[in-house]
């Protein structure tokens, strides 16, 4: 059974950056992927991009392409989101999670438990 | 990019009652649709691939149909534990996009 664990709540300054982490259990990364994806409070959900730890392969939305680093650390089964410029509408719940690694079948079937990320002067 | 979109934005469903909920795409997504289901202070929990194939330990009771560009997602039966948020997503096109979502909620 993969397990998703993150990192702990942030509260950071405008202009900062945030680093959040998942460890997977259950889940070498030899045939998965991780994506990052955001929810606003009150809102829907965001994809922000996705790493292939494997391949070392990353993709981007359109709307973070320069401001957020996805990686993955295959020794440690743990992949890393860093959102840097903050702004106060950067505020969210960040989720990890995983998919089966195939590029046409990218769904997710496992989440991480989400870490409030709070932007604020 | 491709746009999301779902109706209701709310339904209001008394327990034992059909609900149907909807999700279009601004472009054809062929048959590369998911749905998920959220609850108050959970993550998502994917319900549906491939527009219509229910996930491991899903209930029959939830169903996908649709394809292109219109896609359902049907509730028969609705229980308690399935009152949530419910979101469709297409894997068809980068970037991955979702829906705002459709609340179900106790009528």
């Known amino acids: 059974q993969v397990q998703l664990v993150q990192s702990g709540a942030e509260v950071k300054k405008p202009g900062s950056s945030v680093r959040v982490s998942c460890e997977a259990s259950g889940d070498s990364f030899s045939n998965s992927a991780v994506s990052w994806v955001r929810q606003a409070p009150g809102q829907g959900l965001e994809w922000m991009g996705r790493?292939?730890?494997?391949?070392?392969?990353?993709h981007f939305a359109p709307n973070f392409r320069g401001r957020v680093t996805i990686t993955a650390d295959k020794s440690t089964t743990t992949a890393y989101m860093v959102l840097s410029s903050l702004k106060s509408e950067d505020t969210a719940v960040y989720y990890c999670?995983?998919?089966?690694?195939?590029?046409?079948?990218?769904?997710?079937?496992?989440w991480g438990q989400g870490t409030l990320v709070t932007v604020s002067s | 990019e491709i746009v999301m979109t779902q109706s209701p934005a709310t339904l209001s469903v008394s327990p034992g009652e059909r609900a149907i909920l909807s999700c279009r795409a601004s472009?054809?997504?062929?048959?590369?649709l998911a749905w998920y289901q959220q609850k108050p202070g959970q993550a998502p929990r994917l319900l549906i691939s491939?527009?219509?194939t229910r996930a491991t330990s899903i209930p029959a009771r939830f169903s996908g149909s649709g394809s292109g560009t219109e896609f359902t997602l049907t509730i028969t039966s609705l229980q308690s534990e399935d009152f949530a948020v419910y979101y469709c997503?297409?894997?068809?096109?980068?970037?991955?996009?979702f829906g705002p979502g459709t609340k179900v909620d106790l009528k």
């Open positions: 790493v292939i730890p494997s391949l070392d392969i990353a």
């Open positions: 472009h054809s997504v062929r048959s590369n």
């Open positions: 999670a995983r998919d089966q690694g195939r590029d046409d079948m990218v769904l997710f079937d496992y």
């Open positions: 997503q297409q894997y068809n096109n980068w970037p991955l996009t």
């Open positions: 491939g527009a219509s």
